[in-house]
């Protein structure tokens, strides 16, 4: 009877999770994807626009060659295809034209290849995120965060730093010298240099469209202060922990708060998702299993 009775129990609790399939999260922020693809377009647009600036210089292009084919990947084009073949086809076709005329030396042609490759990637936003998403400030804000990651990453890059830009952990709040860690401002890579500041600017001018549309947003004057004291640090190369605060402390935090950014940390990346709740079933089932045959005696089985 006893063994009968915790073979229902557990039968019927694991049961019940089978069928209550809808997972749990720590913080439940469905716009993320949205806001990848807001940022991925963002950022490719930076890059090609780039790219134009360095027209038969094959150093600089094959720098932005390899950024693109990060934000870039065959799964993106593979997952547009689900939703538009022309875009699939597009889209990446028009990104290597702009690398081939860009090394053959050809201007014009890189100009209107970055033209054309804009109107693709701003055909494939409302392909790509639904209506709903496309309007809510608070994924438009948390793409905004994705490209200021992007820009910290580059930074760091440039400044060759042994120190993770987007770890809090890693900045220095007393301004004092860190032992042992590289807070250099001398740029070695002049390429990705370069990017960061342009997309440092992108995030800005993507944050100034979010805050033009929400202007009664009490933080909105207070963040772009934030971006403004970046750009200019970054444009006179400070040192890594200046740029970080620049960020974490002047950026993020208000612009979490105010744009409700909900399980985000301080640096913007959003929380992971904590156990689905069928198997979050089973483990408490097979636990109360356990205790109740270990225990059936003082519990009157």
């Given amino acids: 009877m006893n063994k009968k009775f915790t073979s229902l129990l557990l039968v019927g609790v694991i049961g019940s999770g089978l069928i209550y399939v809808h997972p749990a999260f720590a913080h439940n922020f469905g716009g993320d994807q949205s806001a990848s693809w807001l940022a991925k377009v963002a950022e490719i647009k930076t890059e090609v626009a780039n790219v134009a600036k ?15 084919g990060e934000y870039w990947t065959a799964n993106d084009t593979k997952e547009m295809g689900e939703k538009n073949a022309l875009l699939q086809k597009e889209i990446p076709s028009m990104i290597n034209s702009t690398l081939d005329d860009a090394t053959s030396g050809n201007q014009s042609m890189v100009d209107n290849d970055v033209a ?10 409302p392909v790509r995120i639904d209506k709903d998403k496309l309007g809510n400030s608070t994924v438009q804000a948390l793409a905004v965060t994705f490209v200021i990651k992007e820009a910290l990453e580059k930074y760091g890059n440039a400044v060759n730093s042994t120190v993770d830009l987007n770890d809090m952990s890693q900045m220095n709040m007393s301004g004092d010298n860190m032992s042992g860690m590289s807070m250099s401002n001398t740029v070695v890579n002049t390429n990705a240099y370069e990017n960061s500041v342009s997309l440092a600017t992108t995030a800005q001018q993507m944050f100034h469209d979010v805050a033009s549309t929400n202007p009664n947003v009490s933080g909105n004057s207070k963040i772009s202060d934030g971006f403004t004291k970046l750009i200019q640090d970054l444009n006179s190369k400070a040192d890594v922990n200046t740029i970080m605060m620049d960020v974490h402390v002047g950026i993020h935090p208000t612009l979490i708060e105010s744009y409700n950014i909900q399980g985000a940390d301080a640096h913007g990346t959003p929380s992971v998702p904590e156990f689905p709740m069928p198997a979050l079933l089973v483990i408490i089932a097979i636990a ?3 205790i109740a045959t270990r225990f059936k005696s003082q519990i009157g089985f």
């Fill in 288 to 290: 109360g299993a356990v």
């Fill in 54 to 68: 360095h027209v038969g210089q094959q150093d600089a292009i094959d720098y932005y060659a390899d950024t693109l």
């Fill in 116 to 125: 054309k490759l804009g109107g693709y990637l701003d055909e494939s936003i």
